[in-house]
């Protein structure tokens, strides 16, 4: 054996025998040793999808449509005993786009933010972040768009096991007005100011209750040197025992719209949920009021849902998004039933099945109200994980749509069953995870 064959044999013995030590000394501390953590975690997330006679996006036409979408992320997170930093960078690419060339848009960052420690349990945290609180339904971090969706500003939270809060404080500044303002996380927002406050209580039995506020300063859509607002407040009551689960979730909105009507809206979400073995069975309803034709003009009482997500509850082609606009003012009543079946431990299938009306009739082209029945929606999905990093989702949902449907906008007529499905692949590896600990 030469010289330099010895050198590197000794160099890896050498490695082996440190860490080695390293693996018994960090097994040997107290879990509160642990002076810093660095985790770096990559995400790459590529989804085709193919829809014909919906119109899905804000200036998207009944079509048949074959697209392609990617989103690379990479997720940094360093913690130490006083103070944690994230930084989440990503980019997504969009393919075979109708009528347009493939696009791909700079980098951005989904989050961004330093978090400092300010006591037990309580964290301050600053700069660009994610925000999902209770269902995600008020707020969510969008997870199913490529680009989510986050805020800039700041967030004091506190938890003390029963007990969670937070308040946070977000403002928003100019943005891209091409491709980051439609693949951005933050490019959406048009409030001057959103404030918002979370709180959460865990009953010993059975018992957890619920509570968002929050209110959101936009500029009128006549007079942007003049601003609206909008004020928020309600919550959640839940009850679990067993393999039973009941929940009503009620909001209250009130204050004055950017059309400068005064507002009175509310929303309304029960539900009950039961497991059974392998299958788990959700039945409950959205409702999310709006007004009849003939109120008046200067009052609006269509419940408006600006940071969450519609397609956990009102079906995955996610037809309604945007209130009141996309339901004509008239509000939205969407009784729904899902049924969850798992097959082992790493497949999962799902039938969602969603009842459409508005809460008011549609005015028909002859000034007729038109019947409040808009469609019935069905959803089928499948969850196949074959590894921790590799998580595979194959859904496909179609649409049985009423004349009063076709008067949105939102389907094709003439017979046609709209339909939307997809395929997505996520492979969500951890390329480097350090710890280092304190010798004594």
Not at 254 to 274: D, I, K, W
Not at 359 to 372: I, V
Not at 422 to 429: K, N, Q
Request: hydrophobic share 40%.
């Amino acid at each position: 054996m030469d010289a330099q064959r010895v050198f590197q044999l000794t160099k890896l013995i050498t490695m082996a025998a440190i860490w080695a030590m390293d693996i018994g000394q960090a097994l040997a501390q107290m879990p509160d040793s642990l002076r810093s953590e660095l985790k770096v975690n990559l995400e790459m997330r590529p989804r085709a999808e193919f829809k014909d006679g919906c119109r899905l996006w804000k200036d998207d036409d009944t079509g048949a449509d074959f697209y392609m979408t990617q989103r690379t992320r990479m997720n940094i997170m360093y913690s130490r005993r006083s103070w944690n930093a994230v930084a989440a960078l990503q980019e997504i690419h969009v393919w075979t786009k109708s009528g347009s060339r493939p696009d791909i848009g700079s980098m951005n960052a989904f989050e961004l933010y330093v978090e400092p420690v300010l006591a037990k349990g309580l964290r301050l945290r600053i700069g660009r972040q994610a925000l999902s609180l209770d269902n995600g339904r008020m707020f969510s971090a969008a997870p199913w768009s490529q680009q989510g969706r986050s805020h800039e500003g700041v967030r004091l939270l506190y938890d003390s096991g029963r007990l969670s809060t937070d308040l946070s404080v977000f403002t928003t500044r100019p943005y891209g007005t091409r491709f980051d303002a439609a693949y951005s996380p933050v490019a959406g927002h048009s409030y001057k100011l959103l404030a918002v406050h979370y709180l959460i209580y865990r009953f010993p039995k059975h018992f957890t209750v619920t509570f968002i506020n929050y209110t959101d300063i936009h500029p009128r859509d006549s007079s942007p040197d003049t601003d609206t607002q909008t004020m928020t407040t309600g919550g959640r009551v839940e009850y679990a025992h067993a393999n039973m689960y009941a929940t009503l979730s009620a909001f209250y909105q009130f204050g004055s719209t950017t059309s400068r009507q005064r507002l009175s809206a509310y929303y309304l979400q029960p539900e009950v949920r039961g497991t059974f073995g392998t299958t788990t069975v959700r039945l409950g309803a959205e409702v999310l009021s709006g007004a009849s034709a003939t109120l008046d003009g200067d009052v609006s009482q269509s419940f408006i849902v600006n940071y969450g997500v519609a397609w956990k509850f009102m079906g995955n082609m996610n037809l309604f998004t945007r209130f009141p606009k996309d339901v004509a003012g008239r509000g939205l009543v969407s009784p729904y039933l899902f049924v969850i079946q798992k097959v082992g431990r790493r497949l999962s299938l799902r039938a969602d099945s969603n009842l459409l009306f508005t809460q008011y009739p549609l005015m028909a082209p002859d000034k007729t109200e038109a019947e409040r029945y808009l469609g019935f929606e069905n959803d089928l999905s499948l969850n196949y994980r074959p590894k921790e990093v590799f998580d595979i989702n194959l859904g496909f949902s179609y649409l049985i749509a009423s004349d009063s449907m076709k008067l949105l906008g939102k389907v094709k007529g003439g017979g046609t069953v709209p339909i939307w499905t997809y395929l997505m692949v996520s492979f969500s590896p951890v390329i480097l995870h350090v710890r280092n600990y304190r010798t004594r």
